[in-house]
């Protein structure tokens, strides 16, 4: 079974709607990201967290908000879908004290009609 | 801010062969790491190599290998003996370290094609 897990794969919504993005890992790692990928653009970081309180805007959070519900788990919303937020989207983990590598999900493609 | 810059955005190589991939980033930083990740057509991110700056020498893994230069802050990845399953989308990240945790700057990829 895959140690980081994102649901849904794929998900075509319209614009306007609100939409989950869930992150579940078995890895026990405190830290966790949701980057989105767009093409000449590489991974950018929407948020962080380094601990089930502790959340951290990144470099593109407008549009978006996170919620840590318990170690396990880290999910992210779009409140109010726009095209622009088309993209893939993927959530990490790491655990410094064992090594810098972060672990990533199989990704979420999200398109936004 | 942390940036890092991946000149290449597209590379092919024939199977076998030898290729490297160029990656440069800026920081004032003195202690870092830096990694190469891969992402096949399953895009899966997987994790190549990882070299830490303190360190002089060179990461190697299998038929990977990096070239590090701190002072010209340069991370160039070479992979020797190219195979078909080489080839993917290859990011370039740096991470520093802050007070409060880690932070990872990626690079925009560059798309490596190994030619049958």
């Known amino acids: 079974d895959a140690d980081v897990t994102q649901t849904p794969r794929n998900r075509i919504t319209k614009t306007g709607k609100r939409i989950m993005l869930e992150c579940s890992q078995t890895?026990?790692?405190?830290?966790m990201y949701w980057y989105r990928q767009d093409p000449g653009l590489g991974l950018r970081l929407i948020y962080y967290s380094f601990d089930v309180k502790d959340i951290n805007k990144g470099e593109i959070s407008d549009g978006y908000s996170v919620s840590r519900q318990a170690q396990a788990k880290f999910s992210l919303s779009l409140e109010s879908a726009i095209p622009n937020q088309t993209a893939l989207y993927f959530c990490?983990?790491?655990?410094?004290?064992?090594?810098?590598?972060?672990?990533f999900g199989p990704g979420t493609r999200l398109t936004v009609l | 801010a942390q940036t890092v810059t991946q000149s290449q955005p597209e590379m092919s190589v024939q199977e076998a062969e030898t290729v490297t991939l160029s990656c440069t980033y800026d920081?004032?930083?003195?202690?870092?790491?830096l990694f190469w990740y891969k992402q096949p057509p399953s895009r899966q991110m997987i994790l190549v190599i990882r070299?830490?700056?303190?360190?002089?020498q060179n990461a190697t893994e299998n038929r990977f290998s990096v070239n590090f230069q701190k002072a010209a802050k340069s991370f160039s990845l070479k992979i020797s003996d190219s195979q078909l399953g080489d080839t993917a989308m290859y990011f370039c990240a740096f991470m520093k370290y802050y007070n409060t945790g880690n932070q990872f700057y990626f690079g925009t990829g560059t798309s490596l094609t190994v030619i049958p």
């Open positions: 990490a983990t790491s655990d410094p004290d064992i090594t810098d590598e972060q672990f």
């Open positions: 920081t004032s930083e003195s202690n870092y790491y």
């Open positions: 070299q830490e700056a303190y360190k002089q």
């Open positions: 890895k026990g790692h405190d830290r």
